[in-house]
């Protein structure tokens, strides 16, 4: 897959399958969409492409809302090379581009300059200024701009009845079987291992803490879960602590993880846990020894859980 970091970058001896929207989590639902621009491309000898937008129109149009993302930008890359995407054109929405009409967008934008011939989108699909546009002017434009519109109907979307938002509040809540299960894979956590104060070590319970730069990013509830991330190539597993560390008066909130059977110096490394379950509620202990017979147990949840997993 072709990254292009705005429409103007992109190749146009390309002509286009393709399809518009933030597609935060890829979701089932998506993967819907995406399989059938992937198809029609291969079958009508075109190149399979999805135009999405950065930062999230809502970040730009709505500033007073915080709204927190399912993926980074790089974990949807990520997640979209894996589909067999030919090309990825990531374009700067800002409240220019959102003034711009329904004409301008599918004239100057989708034709002009993404060569598009056929375009796949959902039935409820809304477009230029204001959400002025929708499917039936969509098409109208195709007739007269010689591409095709092929939309994905209300029932075979309706089939996965999966949103983001439903997403986001499963996870918000914990319920990370539920966002698994709509998303196709575990949710993940992608960030850098830093230094901590050390307090997990000196409970035989070494952590790797990870820093998330994005604060967009939807961090799920505050607890203990089952986790995975691959070191070298090679899949580790363990458990996963977001929160406060309540039972030695943490102040600032932080993600650490235990990783089981795991020996070497991960500082400044990258890595991308992947979330498998949730084990307890983050709680304070009366006591360090007690916390540390608490995370005895944990660990011994974790590998009962991923005996199921497996």
């Known amino acids: 897959m072709i990254t292009v970091q705005s429409i103007d970058k992109y190749d146009k001896e390309h002509p286009t399958a393709i399809t518009i929207g933030t597609f935060d989590g890829v979701h089932i639902g998506h993967r819907k969409i995406l399989g059938k621009l992937i198809e029609n491309a291969k079958t009508h000898n075109l190149k399979s492409a999805v135009l999405t937008f950065f930062p999230h129109p809502r970040m730009v149009l709505q500033k007073d809302t915080d709204i927190k993302l399912l993926n980074t930008i790089e974990e949807k890359k990520t997640i979209l090379d894996s589909l067999g995407l030919d090309y990825l054109i990531i374009h700067p929405f800002t409240k220019e581009f959102s003034r711009l009409t329904a004409t301008e967008f ?118 203990v879960y089952v986790v995975q991330t ?50 307890r509620e983050e709680h304070k202990f009366e006591s360090i020894a007690a916390l540390r017979d608490q995370l005895e147990k944990d660990k011994e949840t974790s590998r009962t859980l991923l005996k199921d997993h497996a």
Request: neutral net charge; glycine residues 8%.
């Open 106 to 223: 599918v004239r100057d934008i989708l034709v002009n300059s993404l060569q598009a011939k056929k375009i796949i989108i959902g039935y409820d699909h809304r477009f230029g200024r204001n959400r002025e546009a929708n499917i039936n002017d969509l098409i109208a434009f195709g007739n007269a701009l010689d591409f095709e519109v092929d939309e994905i109907p209300a029932q075979e979307v309706n089939e996965v009845s999966v949103s983001s938002t439903k997403i986001r509040k499963a996870l918000e809540a914990g319920n990370i079987e539920v966002a698994n299960s709509y998303l196709g894979y575990p949710y993940m956590l992608t960030g850098v291992v830093q230094k901590g104060k050390g307090l997990g070590r000196t409970l035989d319970f070494p952590t790797a803490n990870l820093f998330i730069k994005e604060s967009y990013k939807l961090i799920p509830k505050n607890g």
């Open 230 to 279: 691959k070191i070298d190539d090679v899949m580790v597993y363990g458990m996963m602590n977001i929160g406060y560390n309540p039972t030695v008066s943490g102040k600032e909130k932080s993600i650490e993880v235990h990783l089981f059977d795991f020996k070497g110096n991960l500082y400044d490394r990258q890595l991308q846990i992947g979330i498998l379950a949730f084990i």
